[in-house]
């Protein structure tokens, strides 16, 4: 048992793994954010500034920027990031330390996170099939914001902080311990849709 936090050591496990998820996928989403912001700057004070994750037709952030997508709240999206991230790397650190949170901190977190998953899938769903074309940098975003959403959910599972009725206890906690084959699936299914949607350019790599 972990003495300050009063913890087995599946839990302890469960704390640091969830932190490090917090931390590094905070971080990446981050960094993303803030290059994406930067270019969206420099091209509006040049206008042929070359944008650094323009690849080709396909992947290309600029192309993705110049659409209403891009500013869904009338400003650029990566300006959500530049705030949101810094919670999350927080929460991270938050866990690594061992710090005790009192209840709502984590289920305002995680509602946060599904807020997050619901915003990421709808841009997939708007890359894929209305514009047509992928940022490199979006899709570093939606990388982390799904394992972030996914270990919220799972640990406030775990601690009680979501409440399960003693009668689904037992069959939640058998879920959880394979809950990485949830967020697998999650991966399969944008995995399928960004292959499938964008068939014709793959077919031309292999």
């Keep these: 048992m972990d003495e300050a936090f009063g913890e087995s050591e599946l839990e302890i ?3 640091t793994v969830t932190g490090l998820v917090f931390l ?30 323009d690849f080709n037709p396909v992947l290309s952030c ?32 938050l866990l690594l330390a061992k710090v005790s949170l009192p209840r709502w901190i984590p289920l305002a977190f995680n509602l946060g996170a599904l807020g997050g ?18 940022c490199p940098w979006c899709m570093a975003v939606w990388t ?10 799972v640990r ?6 979501i409440p399960v009725g003693e009668d689904w206890r037992d069959s939640i906690d058998d879920l959880l311990r394979y809950h990485w084959i949830g967020l697998t ?8 849709l960004v292959g499938t949607g964008f ?8």
């Design 62 to 93: 600029g192309t993705v920027m110049n659409t209403w997508q891009a500013s869904v709240f009338g400003f650029p999206n990566p300006m959500i990031g530049l705030v949101a991230f810094p919670f999350v790397v927080f929460m991270g650190v």
């Design 13 to 15: 496990r469960g704390r």
């Design 117 to 134: 998953l619901v915003f990421v899938s709808w841009l997939i769903y708007q890359s894929v099939y209305e514009i047509g074309v992928l």
């Design 185 to 192: 699936l999650l991966y399969l299914v944008v995995v399928m």
């Design 144 to 153: 982390v914001v799904l394992p972030i959403f996914w270990f919220s959910t």
């Design 24 to 53: 590094l996928g905070g971080l990446v989403g981050l960094a993303a954010a803030f290059d994406l912001t930067y270019e969206r700057i420099a091209t509006l004070i040049d206008p042929s500034h070359a944008i650094s994750c």
């Design 156 to 161: 406030n599972l775990r601690t009680g902080a």
């Design 199 to 206: 068939w014709d350019y793959w077919s031309t790599l292999l």
